[in-house]
């Protein structure tokens, strides 16, 4: 079935760096296209990035762009999000999500659990 | 795009219904409009994707509805799991771009 796994959350300072990983299985994760969904405490869904099935397209929001880079490695079915330069306003649970379809993206069929990152000094 | 929810809350008991509402502000192709559940701890499940089809394994209380900007999840009678936060999205795909609504959560009366 497939599994979504993500890591690398926890408590960073503002300014510092963090790199969250995705760990994918029971599917063919070389053809999918993948986001990063991120909740503040409390609060509602916001969609991060996405990034093609090969990696040679992403697209960011714009309250990350410049300082959030999101990747895949194909050979080992994982998806990352580097995480520059973080704020307060950065802490939320950090989901990956697959796309439901390998033509047209549309919507997300799975997610991960989510891992909790909090910026604070 | 930008989709407001409504109500906020929606405060119900179990077997009623429960209708709730999703507007975008400008005219979207259903075809990437979706709605998902999220429980408490729990990460958000797909429920209905192209503005009315069920995912798998939804049961069939759950329905949808709309077109253009004005977009409706119904949820025939309401199950004790049914209790959750709603949200709806859209899917811009030139570029890539994903909106959520700010969610309806549907609780207990």
């Known amino acids: 079935q497939v599994q979504l796994v993500e890591s690398g959350g926890g408590v960073v300072q503002p300014g510092r760096s963090l790199r969250l990983s995705c760990a994918a299985s029971?599917?063919?994760?070389?053809?999918?296209?993948m986001h990063w969904v991120r909740q503040a405490p409390g609060k509602g869904l916001e969609w991060v990035s996405v990034?093609?099935?090969?990696?040679?397209?992403?697209f960011y929001s714009d309250s990350v762009k410049g300082r959030f880079t999101i990747s895949r490695d194909n050979s080992k079915n994982t998806l990352y999000l580097q995480m520059d330069s973080l704020r307060a306003e950065d802490t939320a649970v950090y989901y990956c999500?697959?796309?439901?379809?390998?033509?047209?993206?549309?919507?997300?069929?799975?997610w991960g659990q989510g891992t909790l990152v909090i910026v604070s000094s | 795009t930008v989709l407001t929810q409504s109500p906020g809350t929606l405060s119900l008991s179990p077997g009623e219904r429960a209708t709730l509402s999703c507007r975008a502000s400008?005219?979207?192709?259903?075809?990437?409009l979706a709605w998902y559940q999220q429980k408490p701890g729990q990460a958000p499940r797909l429920l209905i994707y192209?503005?009315?089809s069920r995912a798998t394994g939804i049961p069939d209380r759950f329905s949808g509805s709309g077109s253009g900007t004005d977009f409706t999840l119904t949820i025939s009678r309401l199950e004790p799991e049914d209790f959750a936060v709603y949200y709806c999205?859209?899917?811009?795909?030139?570029?890539?771009?994903?909106?959520f609504g700010p969610g309806t959560k549907v609780d207990f009366k």
């Open positions: 999500a697959k796309e439901s379809s390998v033509s047209v993206a549309m919507d997300f069929d799975y």
């Open positions: 400008q005219s979207v192709s259903s075809s990437y």
């Open positions: 999205h859209h899917y811009d795909s030139s570029p890539p771009m994903v909106t």
């Open positions: 990034i093609s099935y090969d990696g040679s397209n992403e």
């Open positions: 192209g503005a009315s």
């Open positions: 029971g599917f063919t994760f070389s053809t999918y296209g």
